[in-house]
């Protein structure tokens, strides 16, 4: 059973938050998040807890009018006629409750008694439409993850760009003043100084645009966290422990098509589409109604026209409604439904040829990182131990500048690949458990079940779940 709160002590209470949330960012400019930390930020922003709260309260409101279908009407009616008003007759049993009546209060119940289901079909719409955005927004928390893990992997590694940076330019700096000490002793001629300059430059520059690319991806991840990334600039600690994915790509595709809240979403919008389908065919059928009228009239006497008498007055009707010539636009709707149902159809299953290539895609690449990781390894290793003796045989005048560069440049191109490697993996791999539902969002985040309701790969709770959301709708 979903449990809903008022949307308006929600939004609220969320506004209020979200003021305090945006006064307190200004504060904390240069904070530093791990990862956790981090999606506990993007998740809590006011703004995505305000959609989805709107969401859950908007197919709660939806349920609820529905559910108005299979109940009565009751409505009340107050009438007070002019002296000089004549009388009129309607009905069979009119000389009993219209003549002669100058005033009356009435109380009028009016229960649907056959509609060819259109109330029971409303009702399955609604209970579809309001499982289909619970399951919708839990889709929509693991984009919002995902996008969030993806922009602090990318903020990680612009991060060590900076540093792989920061080495080389120091670096640079260093030989610099070799060269310099060396061409004032006359060990090298001015070229050497000459490249050594160039060599510092294009550090510095390198440098600065690393930089750049750093305060970019600060800037993503602030607006995901729902900070101005005009006054906050966080930085991302290194991650926990490797967390990877065991198992066949063929399981994962499995698990990932049970486990998909969006694609169950999708699923349970084909069951609403052809509850309204149902609704609307029910027009073609006669309404029967019966009416109940009880309340108090006041008439004029029948020998006096001066005098007033007062008495109940009640009265019970059996209404038939037939739509005689509403046929052309009842078929027009169904037929636009139809279309909306077909389309729903092919939705579902590009979702679920979407989903395939997503969950294909990072399985592949989380493969090709794990063996790309310790190519790029044993190269940072082995970059590193060249520059260490290109620099000895530089500083004995056994070795020449140019050596000497290009191993300082393969030293930072190998720890730029060395990230990027890792960041690939690290990106595929959580992108892999979202995806497949290793990690769930509250799970994950705060230890508990999704948002307090059900699990989506609880078989229990997806019985729950279809009988409560989409169900056979006959409990009022």
Aim: net charge positive; glycine share 6%; no cysteine.
């Amino acid at each position: 059973m979903i449990k809903y709160k008022s949307i308006t002590a929600i939004s609220g209470i969320l506004f209020l938050s979200t003021v305090q949330f945006a006064s307190a960012q200004t504060t904390d400019t240069n904070k530093t998040y791990t990862l956790n930390q981090l999606l506990q930020a993007a998740f809590q922003n006011p703004v995505n807890q305000m959609r989805w709260n709107f969401a859950k309260d908007n197919a709660a409101r939806n349920v609820s009018i529905a559910k108005t279908g299979l109940y009565p009407t009751l409505s009340a009616a107050v009438a007070v006629r002019d002296r000089s008003n004549s009388d009129f007759a309607s009905g069979s049993d009119s000389s009993s409750f219209f003549e002669r009546e100058r005033a009356r209060a009435l109380l009028t119940l009016n229960y649907p008694i056959f509609n060819a289901g259109k109330s029971i079909a409303a009702l399955h719409a609604a209970r579809a439409g309001a499982a289909r955005s619970e399951y919708g927004i839990i889709a929509n928390k693991v984009s919002l993850l995902n996008t969030a893990t993806t922009a602090y992997y990318s903020l990680l590694r612009e991060q060590r760009a900076v540093e792989a940076g920061a080495v080389l330019l120091k670096a640079a700096r260093e030989h610099l003043r070799n060269a310099q000490s060396r061409f004032d002793a006359g060990g090298v001629t001015k070229l050497d100084t000459l490249t050594a300059q160039s060599t510092l430059a294009a550090a510095e520059s390198d440098v600065v645009n690393r930089q750049a690319l750093l305060e970019v991806a600060q800037a993503k991840l602030s607006i995901i966290m729902g900070y101005d990334p005009e006054s906050s600039h966080p930085v991302v600690a290194e991650p926990p422990s490797f967390a990877g994915v065991e198992g066949e790509p063929s399981h994962l595709l499995s698990e990932g098509l049970t486990y998909s809240p969006a694609l169950k979403s999708a699923k349970l919008g084909l069951v609403e589409e052809r509850s309204k389908l149902s609704v609307i065919r029910a027009e073609r059928s006669p309404l029967i109604t019966i009416q109940l009228d009880a309340g108090y009239a006041i008439r004029r006497n029948a020998t006096n026209s001066n005098a007033e008498t007062g008495g109940g007055v009640s009265r019970v009707t059996l209404n038939i409604s037939l739509p005689i010539l509403e046929g052309p636009a009842i078929k027009a709707r169904e037929q636009t439904q139809k279309e909306v149902l077909d389309l729903q159809t092919v939705e579902v299953l590009q979702l679920e040829y979407s989903l395939k290539e997503q969950i294909m895609t990072s399985s592949i690449l989380y493969r090709a990182t794990i063996a790309k990781l310790g190519a790029a390894k044993l190269a940072k290793e082995a970059a590193d131990e060249a520059y260490r003796l290109a620099n000895e045989r530089y500083q004995v005048g056994k070795g020449n500048q140019i050596e000497l560069l290009d191993a300082l440049k393969n030293v930072v191109a190998s720890q730029d690949n060395l990230s990027n490697v890792q960041n690939e993996r690290d990106v595929s791999a959580q992108n892999l458990r979202w995806l497949i539902g290793l990690d769930r969002p509250e799970a994950t985040l705060f230890g508990e079940k999704s948002n307090g309701s059900f699990d989506p790969r609880d078989k229990s709770s997806q019985k729950n779940a279809a009988v409560s959301g989409v169900g056979n709708g006959h409990s009022r």
